[in-house]
């Protein structure tokens, strides 16, 4: 039999199940949107493009729609036009819960019931209608809740993997609460659906209907340990409440946007894992091994340099060697190790923790644990100057700033992991295209004569930016001093959204970058602190974590 799919918590199942459907909700994340692209524009938002994909793939011949916004409005149109579907229906709910709603929103389920029975051949069955009210399940021990809108499946299932205390789905459509509580008897069927209509339109709100003060109580649990706040690309209906919630929410909060595909999940495991660790830093357990030799390596796999570094028993630096990454983490990680070992004169057998992190962390099978570059890079930074509040690290893959308590932990950090933009191989690729080696470039700009803008943050048209630069004959610090400014204006961008405060560190390699590092000082309107052993410090921070792991 044919699945029934549905979208929205304000979609009448109890009714659907007792004209015999078999009713699923429709959230799953594709690969890509291959088909959807084909048919709609490109801007409508990654969910409507995943139900678009979900039904050109052949997957769903039954589909009841709500009109929620306008890009599942447009999805309708689309696929009334298509010819794909068995049966499609969207339902016209108000966005109010008054009379006038309710009294329209009777109408609407009395005409879905009509359509729907004529479609499968089947009659209003109360008794299976009764029967399809469960009452709510909702966690009552510490836990994380997910919130915001519609968090597709494999996602959930991330968030769910990664975290250090059960996870409630209370995004849009999850928290749906029509259906719990059980019918009145003695009613005739326009009386059943006058009272279905008051029970789908007073459930908890979404955040289209107009009043929708009562999503307080989502987060006003005593129990809520931590809040996953998620978006979908092009929706604002939830940018609104999380801007509201981040000034209000007295716990820790995360904000995650994803475009609705599987490969927009992989890219946000990182802040999920930094998110758990800085919640419960010792979820994976506390001490575990017992001393050895008395020597602890921890080894920063990024996707410029692989960077090691080995502490002694008393936590001081032996060995710090930075090396090129090459074509895979794995082999690169073992080089580097090899040569840490080397320079301090020690044999692997001598360590007896390994801690690994960085963009490759997890394809290195020879550690004792994984930690994220953010919770390595906040530690290895307070290690090396206890008084620093906000650490900034502009690297290969990503640009990151961290926010720091006065014990070194994590209170805040924001990513920039979407596109090149504002990272090391922006700079890289630009120096590329102006035929300068990355140490060359770190000195240009110092002494710009002209203050050049380079408008375009993307990696594409800013290369096409500086090459017509060239053409018209500007000078290269002039240019390279455009660069400069354009990756410092974002980084201080991130900085403002994590609350940055002094003392501030710039860790990573780009930290040598002495242009750049003028240039952002003047944006954040502060000095940073430079260490000698800035792009040490994310593999500083995993080996003073694998201390931590053993018995003194």
């Known amino acids: 039999m044919n699945k029934t799919f549905y979208i929205c918590k304000y979609t009448p199942i109890e009714l659907l199940e007792a004209l015999g ?14 088909l959807a692209d084909q048919l709609a524009h490109p801007n409508i938002c990654g969910f409507g493009k995943a139900l678009l994909e979900a039904v050109m793939c052949g997957r769903v011949k039954e589909l009841v729609l709500v009109n929620c916004c306008d890009t599942i409005r447009s999805v309708y149109d689309v696929l009334e036009d298509s010819g794909r579907l068995d049966f499609l229906y969207m339902i016209d709910i108000l966005h109010s819960g008054g009379a ?36 709510s399940r909702k966690i009552k021990t510490p836990h994380i809740s997910v919130l915001g809108a519609r968090m597709g499946t494999e996602l959930f299932q991330m968030v769910e993997k990664t975290m250090p205390y059960p996870v409630e789905n209370d995004t849009c459509v999850h928290n749906r609460t029509a259906g719990t509580a059980q019918p009145p008897e003695n ?3 326009d009386e059943l659906m006058d009272w279905y209509a008051g029970e789908l339109l007073g459930q908890m709100p979404c955040m289209r209907m107009m009043d929708h003060t009562g999503r307080k109580q989502l987060y006003n649990d005593p129990d809520l340990k931590g809040i996953v706040y998620h978006t979908v690309k092009f929706c604002d209906f939830y940018s609104f409440e999380y801007a509201d919630l981040k000034q209000h929410a007295d716990m820790p909060l995360l904000k995650i946007e994803s475009d609705y595909t599987v490969q927009s999940s992989g890219q946000l495991l990182t802040r999920l894992e930094a998110f758990a660790e800085s919640i419960n830093p010792n979820k994976d357990g506390g001490k575990e091994k017992k001393m050895g030799k008395g020597y602890f390596a921890g080894i920063d796999s990024g996707s410029t340099s692989t960077d090691v570094v080995i502490l002694d028993k008393n936590k001081e630096i032996v060995s710090g060697i930075i090396l090129p990454t090459g074509a895979g983490a794995a082999i690169g990680a073992e080089r580097a190790l090899e040569e840490a070992l080397k320079d301090a004169g020690l044999c692997r057998e001598d360590i007896d923790a390994l801690v690994t992190t960085g963009y490759g962390r997890t394809a290195i099978q020879d550690g004792d644990k994984s930690i994220t570059e953010i919770t390595c890079h906040a530690r290895g930074a307070h290690y090396l100057d206890p008084e620093v509040r906000t650490v900034v690290d502009i690297g290969g893959q990503d640009s ?5 308590d006065q014990d070194g932990a994590v209170v805040n950090f924001v990513m920039n992991d979407k596109c090149a933009a504002g990272t090391g191989r922006f700079l890289e690729m630009m120096a590329r295209t102006m035929e300068m080696s990355l140490d060359e470039m770190s000195l240009t700009g110092l002494n710009y004569k002209e203050d050049i803008t380079i408008s375009s943050m993307c990696t594409v048209f800013a290369e096409s930016e500086v090459v017509s630069l060239i053409a018209q004959n500007k000078e290269t610090d002039d240019i390279v001093h455009g660069l400069n400014k354009a990756v ?26 002495k242009g750049l590092v003028k240039t952002l000082e003047e944006k954040l309107g502060t000095s940073l602190v430079i260490s000698e052993k800035a792009q040490l410090c994310g593999a500083l921070g995993a080996a003073l974590f694998a201390a931590d792991m053993v018995e003194r």
């Open 100 to 135: 006038c709603s309710r009294e329209q929103t009777a109408l609407q389920l009395k005409s879905l019931a009509k359509a729907y029975g004529a479609y499968k051949g089947t009659a209003f069955n109360e008794e299976a209608f009764r029967s399809a009210f469960h009452a």
């Open 187 to 189: 009613m005739d069927f």
């Open 21 to 34: 459907a078999d009713c699923k909700n429709l959230n799953e994340m594709p690969e890509g949107f291959e």
């Open 488 to 513: 410092a204006a974002k980084t201080a961008a991130l900085s403002k959204r994590v609350g940055g405060e002094e003392k501030y560190m710039m860790t990573g390699g780009v930290s040598k970058n």
């Open 400 to 404: 990151k700033v961290i926010r720091l």
